[in-house]
């Protein structure tokens, strides 16, 4: 059975996953103090995270998202973004995230019903110290995606159903 909880205090322990989901440290720590980070766990065990920040006008970002590799394509991600709509669909109109230009996320965000509203260009290479490779390929601009947010959701809901 899966389990998505709020996490308030000690954020950083869950580091080790952020780090997957947006892979330099200093960058995780401009957000994560005032965003909200969920955990989702499958009997306990730690599976997921993410975590939103309110952009204001009622818009919330989806900063980071990341699924531990060996239970990948499992549905978690999917499960932690249909969570968060319903959680915020009461309080946000949009849902919005940026990724880099990967054959690994896009398609990931595309199946979760956004769609591409923007570019930033070259902004891997303008604010991360390091070349950022996925898939072979080193990113260089932020694809911005959008999705509303559709108060058929519902709001807070204490856990999710088993997606296996
Ligand atoms: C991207 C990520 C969050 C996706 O989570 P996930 O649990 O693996 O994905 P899900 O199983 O929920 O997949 C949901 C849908 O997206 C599709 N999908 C997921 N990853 C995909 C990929 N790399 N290529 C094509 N489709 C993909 C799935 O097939 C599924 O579609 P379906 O329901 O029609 O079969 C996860 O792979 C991850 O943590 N990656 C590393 C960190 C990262 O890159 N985070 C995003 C930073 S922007």
Not at 69 to 76: P, S
Not at 82 to 96: D, H, N
């Amino acid at each position: 059975m899966i389990h998505i909880d709020e996490i308030s205090a000690c954020k950083s322990d869950y580091m080790e996953l952020l780090i997957l989901g947006d892979e330099q440290e200093e960058m995780i720590m401009k957000y994560l103090d005032r965003g909200r980070l969920f955990v989702l766990k499958d009997d306990d065990k730690v599976c997921a995270v993410c975590v939103v920040t309110d952009e204001g006008d009622f818009t919330l970002e989806l900063k980071n998202i990341a699924v531990s590799e060996k239970v990948q394509r499992h549905g978690f991600g999917r499960a932690l973004i249909s969570f968060t709509e319903s959680k915020f669909a009461g309080a946000f109109k949009r849902l919005i995230v940026g990724t880099g230009d990967s054959p690994l996320t896009v398609p990931f965000y595309e199946k979760c019903g956004f769609r591409k509203c923007g570019v930033i260009k070259n902004f891997f290479i303008d604010n991360y110290d390091h070349p950022i490779i996925e898939a072979g390929v080193q990113l260089c601009d932020m694809i911005c995606f959008e999705k509303e947010l559709s108060e058929d959701h519902g709001t807070d809901r204490e856990g999710i159903a088993e997606i296996r």
